[in-house]
């Protein structure tokens, strides 16, 4: 499998459970990202992993919580999530993050459209 | 302010027209743009990069103004294969910044 994959592409939960989603990238590529994009609203950063080390975390509400095992694998752990969290999550990779004010291409996963009842 | 701002559109348009997005910036610090495309329900993808002397892809046209901050895209001989969300990004600190996109929609 090539590019960047993301299971599940849908999620339906309620506020009270605990989810994960999970982002693998197969590009060899050392910096992955979290981005959150609601209808009709720019993209938001939410996290940027480079080198499986945290190194922006956007003011996220502590209810999100990534892990980065490896720098192939991200993971987004959901826990008391409320119905404004409904939204598409995606996630990204790049060659490198340092690199960003550069020209350094994010690649894209397909997303998991999460609802939040 | 929005730190990266687009019309939304939708931006009806005919076949085998010329369009013209611009995308207006607040950081005069940014130093990298680009043009992503997201197509209905699927992911952003690059478009192209816009350099500061200007840039051409076949039919599409990138500039890049920094005195007044803004960067357009040109689409020359759209086609309906076009139609998609062109999402304007700035970069600089280590972050790009997102605009909300413009919604393009081609019609036979």
């Known amino acids: 499998e090539t590019g960047v994959t993301q299971t599940p592409r849908h999620l339906v939960m309620g506020m009270t459970n605990k989810k994960s989603l999970k982002c693998e990238q197969h590009l060899g590529h050392n910096a992955m990202y979290w981005y959150k994009q609601s209808a009709k609203k720019p993209l938001e950063l939410m996290f940027v992993?480079?080198?499986?080390?945290?190194?922006e975390n956007n003011s996220v509400p502590s209810r999100f919580s990534p892990e980065c095992p490896n720098s192939s694998h991200l993971f987004l752990h959901l826990h008391t999530l409320q119905p404004e969290d409904s939204a598409l999550y995606l996630c990204a990779s790049s060659q490198e993050w340092l690199a960003l004010s550069s020209y350094n291409e994010q690649f894209f996963g397909p997303g998991t459209r999460l609802t939040v009842l | 302010r929005k730190e990266v701002e687009q019309d939304p559109g939708p931006f009806n348009v005919p076949e085998g027209a010329t369009v013209a997005f611009n995308c207006t910036y607040s950081n005069s610090a940014s130093q990298s743009f680009f043009w992503y495309r997201q197509d209905c329900r699927k992911e952003p993808k690059l478009l192209m990069s816009v350099y500061s002397s200007g840039n051409e892809d076949g039919r599409f046209t990138a500039q890049l103004n920094r005195a007044s901050q803004y960067i357009s895209l040109l689409i020359r001989d759209s086609k309906l294969s076009d139609s998609a969300t062109y999402l304007c990004v700035a970069g600089g600190g280590y972050q790009l910044i997102w605009g909300a996109g413009t919604k393009l929609i081609i019609k036979p």
């Open positions: 992993y480079s080198l499986e080390e945290r190194v």
